[in-house]
């Protein structure tokens, strides 16, 4: 081979490098931010537990910690948007709101049954949306979600009036039953307490099953902050 040659296959193989270089810290990262936390896990043991003797070699493919984290979560993003798109189209317009309400939260749960084998990335969002300095990072990654907003849209208008703060503490509250739960189920998998498709699926019904009822609930008065809306007929609860 020539020297030209030699030189050509060196940059050819630059790119495909640095992104094995990714994909080993980003299967180190969600694992340790998973099993330890994010503020115990350094960037130097993700480094080392990807294999890489040098300790910046985090920092220089994905910059300070906010970056890695979204990193993270973007792996997966696609396909749980794929799956949750899948869902949506199959909707009619006299859908009921339990099919709505698993558009909503069959698409994580689904997703992380086909990685096969044990999987962090439940436990990574956990962790990840209870971190202080990552909350909001992580909230607005989640609230950006074009299906999510297309899921919810769907089910409110099957629903009774509810203020608007109402609507938006079940949304929260919604996303973060679907992800603590998940992440629940993820550690007892590593138990070897379930096959994991039976696991899930199991998880995916109790967790619709729990929606329906949260999002049905009747409004107490005292919850709702907009007297104008408390003071209204069907303000108090489901009509």
């Given at each position: 081979?020539?020297?030209?040659?030699?030189?050509?296959?060196?940059?050819q193989s630059?790119?495909?490098?640095?992104?094995?270089?990714?994909?080993?810290?980003?299967?180190?990262?969600?694992?340790?931010?998973a099993e330890?936390?994010?503020?115990?896990?350094?960037?130097r043991?993700i480094?080392?537990?990807?294999g890489?003797g040098n300790?910046?070699?985090?920092?220089?493919?994905?910059?300070?910690?906010?970056?890695?984290?979204?990193?993270?979560?973007?792996?997966?993003?696609?396909?749980?948007?794929?799956?949750?798109?899948?869902?949506?189209?199959?909707l009619?317009?006299?859908?009921?709101?339990?099919?709505?309400?698993?558009?909503?939260?069959?698409p994580?749960?689904?997703?992380?049954?086909?990685?096969?084998?044990r999987?962090?990335?439940?436990?990574?969002?956990?962790?990840a949306?209870?971190?202080?300095?990552?909350?909001e990072?992580?909230?607005?990654?989640?609230?950006?979600?074009?299906t999510?907003?297309?899921?919810?849209d769907g089910m409110?208008?099957?629903?009774?009036?509810?203020?608007?703060?109402?609507?938006a503490?079940?949304?929260?509250?919604s996303?973060?039953?679907?992800?603590?739960?998940?992440?629940?189920?993820?550690?007892?998998?590593?138990?070897?307490?379930?096959?994991?498709?039976q696991?899930?699926?199991?998880t995916?019904?109790?967790?619709i099953?729990?929606l329906?009822?949260?999002?049905?609930?009747?409004?107490?008065?005292?919850?709702?902050?907009?007297?104008a809306w408390?003071?209204?007929?069907?303000?108090s609860?489901?009509?």
């Open positions: 081979m020539t020297v030209d040659g030699r030189a050509e296959d060196a940059r630059a790119p495909d490098r640095g992104a094995a270089t990714r994909d080993l810290i980003l299967d180190a990262a969600e694992r340790l931010f330890r936390g994010l503020l115990a896990t350094s960037n043991q480094g080392e537990a990807a890489q300790n910046s070699v985090v920092g220089y493919h994905f910059g300070g910690r906010s970056e890695l984290v979204l990193a993270v979560l973007r792996r997966h993003t696609a396909a749980v948007e794929r799956l949750r798109g899948g869902l949506l189209a199959e009619r317009p006299e859908s009921p709101l339990r099919d709505r309400v698993e558009c909503l939260v069959r994580l749960p689904a997703h992380l049954a086909t990685l096969g084998g999987t962090w990335h439940a436990r990574f969002l956990a962790q949306g209870t971190e202080p300095s990552l909350r990072v992580v909230r607005a990654d989640a609230e950006a979600s074009p999510v907003g297309q899921a919810l409110v208008r099957l629903l009774p009036a509810l203020p608007p703060g109402v609507r503490d079940r949304a929260e509250m996303r973060q039953l679907v992800v603590h739960m998940c992440a629940e189920r993820e550690r007892s998998l590593h138990d070897g307490n379930a096959p994991a498709r696991a899930w699926e199991s995916t019904a109790g967790l099953d729990a329906v009822g949260l999002w049905l609930a009747p409004v107490t008065p005292t919850a709702c902050p907009d007297p408390r003071n209204t007929p069907g303000g609860g489901v009509k």
